[in-house]
């Protein structure tokens, strides 16, 4: 059965830090894009981040590119949202995701993700 379980949200102060962890099981992710998604209240879920499990190409939204970091765990099987910098307008539920690789995948389609966390709250307060 394969788990995603995100940790690491809370309440921050504008300017501050915060790192989200997905822990990941269930099966082999080394084919697999993992993601990170957010959904603020009364608005649509966003992408955040993307990055292959093996490494490589790696793809941020706009408005976090320069303040945030998505990398992998070295030993556990792990994928990390490193946020810098957080802003009000970062407040949301965080989710991480994963997607198989493929030929016409869309890494930033929410809709081309196949198992999804059950989400983090980020509350950025200024």
């Known amino acids: 059965q394969v788990q995603l379980v995100e940790s690491g949200g809370g309440l921050v102060q504008a300017g501050g830090s915060l790192r989200l962890s997905c822990a990941a099981s269930?099966?082999?992710?080394?084919?697999?894009?993992m993601g990170w998604f957010r959904q603020a209240p009364g608005k649509e879920r966003e992408f955040v981040a993307a990055t292959h499990w093996s490494g490589g190409s790696t793809y941020y939204v706009d408005s976090v590119k320069g303040r945030f970091t998505i990398s992998r765990g070295a030993v556990r099987n792990a994928v990390y949202l490193q946020m810098n910098s957080l802003k009000s307008e970062d407040t949301a539920v965080y989710y991480c995701a994963a997607a198989e690789y493929g030929p016409g995948l869309q890494w930033r389609n929410s809709n081309h993700y196949h198992y999804w966390g059950q989400g983090t709250q980020v509350t950025v307060s200024s």
């Open positions: 269930g099966r082999s992710f080394s084919s697999y894009v």
